[in-house]
C-alpha cells in the first residue's frame, strides 16, 4: 500500500518544503503498511531531501499568481504516469504544517473514494455567505440553491482512480474558462467546490481541525496548520512579485 502527498513550492514557498516534510514523516500515517511519497513541483535548484527514494522533485517554472494555483491541475499531469502507480493521492498546499497525528480518517473509502476540508473561514456560516463563482458562463458556476458545504483548496484527495478524474474533470474545465476569457472568483478553489457538488455522495469530509489558519482561534483541535505567510514576507514576497506588480493588485486580493 502507497500514499502520496503532492507539493507545489515555486518560488519562495520552498522555504516551508522542510518543515512539511519533517512534520508529515512524523505524525502523518506513521503505519507500517504506508509507503509515503512526496511529489515536489518547484523551481528551485535544490530542495532538503531530495536525495531520498520517497522525494521527486520535478521542475515548475513560476508562474504569475494567480495561474500558479488556477492551473495546478495542469501542473499535476506532469507526474501522470506515476500518480498512476499509487493507492491514494494529495495535495497539500505549500505552507501546510502537521501539528498532531494524523492517521487513517484522512483516508477515503469505499464509499467516500474523495476527501475534503470544509474551509475554516466558512464552517460555521450560512449558505449566502459562501463565496462560490456565480457567473453562469463559468463552468465554476453555483447557483443560489445549491451547494451545503464551502471547501478549501489546501488540502484534498483521494483514491488515485477518483482523483485523477478530478484532476482531469477540472484542467478541462479551467482551461475551457480560460478559453472564453473567465476566470473564477477563487480560481482552483472555485472549481473545486462546483466538483463538489457534482460528485456530493463520493465525499468525505472533515474539519477545519486538518486546514487550521496558525494563530487562529477555532473550536477545533489542529492537526494540520496553514502558516500565517505575513511571518515569511507575505503573499508578495513568497510569488517573487516586483513592487509595481503587488501595488497594482494589492487592492483586489483578500487572504
Known sequence: MKTIGIYICTG??????KDFFQSSEKYFLNLS?????????TDADKIE???????????????????????????FQKAR?????????????????????VGQELLPTASYPLVMVKHPGFFDK?????????????????????GISYFMGGLNGGMTQDYLSLIDTLEKNIKTDKKN????????????NRYAIDHQDKIKV??????????????FSPKIIIRNKNKYGGHDFLRKKNNWFARSIKRLIKW
Open 12 to 17: 519562495k514557498y520552498n522555504i516551508f518544503w
Open 33 to 41: 503498511e504506508y509507503e509515503k511519497h512526496y511529489f515536489v513541483f
Open 49 to 75: 531531501f531530495e536525495n531520498k527514494k520517497n522525494v521527486h522533485k520535478i521542475y515548475q517554472k513560476q508562474l504569475k499568481w494567480p495561474y500558479i494555483t488556477l492551473d495546478r491541475f495542469s501542473i
Open 81 to 101: 504516469q506515476q500518480l498512476e502507480e499509487m493507492d491514494y493521492i494529495y495535495f497539500f498546499n505549500g505552507n501546510m504544517l502537521f501539528v498532531d497525528k
Open 126 to 146: 450560512e449558505r449566502s455567505t459562501y463565496t462560490y463563482e456565480t457567473d453562469p458562463k463559468s463552468l465554476a458556476s453555483i447557483q443560489i440553491d445549491e
Open 181 to 192: 476569457n473567465l476566470m473564477a472568483i477563487w480560481h482552483d478553489e472555485s472549481h473545486l
Open 206 to 219: 472533515l474539519d477545519p481541525s486538518y486546514g487550521y489558519p496558525e494563530d487562529w482561534d477555532l473550536p
